[in-house]
Nanobody, 118 residues
Framework: QVQLVESGGGLVQPGGSLRLSCAAS????????MGWYRQAPGKQRELVAR???????NYADSVRGRLTISRDNAKNTVNLQMNTLKPEDTAVYYC????????????WGQGTQVTVSS
């Protein structure tokens, strides 16, 4: 079974930084893409950033320029460097990975809390 485990969440002040990591285990192959979603209380889960095996990245407009996603394909690990954090970034962040292209399957981590507050 595939398992995604996030780490690195916590409490930071506005303008601070955090680095989230997600490690995948149990995969039968490399993921087509890995990324991060977040969900704040009472809000829908939204895409934060995603990186494809090709290296192409997608970012939400609200985080572009502040957050940077990277991955190690060999280790099936994805990271999210978060800088200049804002209170609006407060949410549970979930690691997401897609296996396959023709028959894709999504996997999700358990989530890690990020709280930005002064």
């Amino acid at each position: 079974q595939v398992q995604l485990v996030e780490s690195g969440g916590g409490l930071v002040q506005p303008g601070g930084s955090l680095r989230l990591s997600c490690a995948a285990s149990g995969s039968i192959g490399s993921f087509y893409y890995m990324g991060w979603y977040r969900q704040a209380p009472g809000k829908q889960r939204e895409l934060v950033a995603r990186i494809f095996s090709s290296g192409i990245t997608n970012y939400a407009d609200s985080v572009r320029g502040r957050l940077t996603i990277s991955r190690d394909n060999a280790k099936n690990t994805v990271n999210l460097q978060m800088n200049t954090l804002k209170p609006e970034d407060t949410a549970v962040y979930y690691c997401n990975a897609r296996a396959g292209v023709l028959n894709p399957k999504d996997y999700w981590g358990q989530g890690t809390q990020v709280t930005v507050s002064s």
